[in-house]
């Protein structure tokens, strides 16, 4: 009798491919089904939201009602980032490009955001983008600094890279090391750690890569490259 049967090995890599596979299409199919039950959530909750947002402004004024309106607008502000990362995962989002000088436009979006923050012009650049999807990655990344760091908070444009640092204590160990992860926070930090996710979405779609790193002298620093 044979001791060692030939097509044994092939059987085996035959029978690890298809575990594999499988696992694969399970996993597949559980993203798109949480996919698509982020989107349904993000949907239906618009209606009553915009209900509850008209029916808050007919209160009458007063501490009370300003804790409603400031509740009502930050879960209207959280439905409209859930539908947004549901278009992002997604991955059918597409590109309106034009030619746009980042110094100008970083200026727009400090303007934009109300906050002090300062714009460096080291050398500016024109590059073909998104205007729409890249002053929302940038406001996002402003916005960030200004909320869970400290100033100064500055954007820099140095050719087709754009950096946003501030001076507070730095990004996590496991943002730096592995990007940001929606509705994750630490430090008892304010938020559900979208803007960032949406921010790196978005550069996504740009073809840009954005990175976070932590400034050796303290600070977070989070660097746009864009094409």
Do not use: C, W
């Amino acid at each position: 009798p044979r001791t060692k049967d030939p097509t044994r090995p092939q059987d085996e890599v035959a029978a690890v491919a298809a575990a594999l596979d499988s696992m694969a299409s399970s996993l597949q199919s559980k993203l798109l089904s949480e996919q698509r039950f982020t989107a349904d959530v993000a949907h239906e909750l618009r209606t009553p939201l915009t209900g509850l947002h008209a029916a808050a402004e007919l209160l009458p004024p007063g501490r009370p009602t300003e804790l409603v309106r400031d509740r009502v607008a930050a879960l209207r502000t959280l439905t409209e980032d859930l539908l947004e990362i549901s278009r992002l995962d997604s991955g059918r989002e597409r590109l309106e490009s034009d030619a746009e000088p980042l110094a100008a436009l970083a200026e727009r979006v400090v303007r934009g955001s109300g906050t002090d923050t300062e714009v460096v012009v080291v050398r500016d650049a024109v590059v073909e983008t998104d205007r729409r999807r890249l002053e929302r990655v940038l406001g996002n990344l402003v916005a960030n600094a200004h909320k869970h760091g400290r100033g100064p908070v500055s954007v820099t444009v140095d050719g087709p890279v754009v950096t946003v640092r501030d001076h507070g204590v730095g990004y996590p160990e496991y943002l730096v090391a592995h990007g940001p992860q929606r509705f994750r926070t630490e430090g008892g930090a304010k938020g559900h750690g979208l803007g960032l996710t949406i921010a790196l979405g978005q550069a996504e779609v740009l073809g840009a890569r954005l990175t976070f790193a932590n400034a050796v002298d303290g600070g977070a620093v989070a660097t746009l490259t864009l094409r």
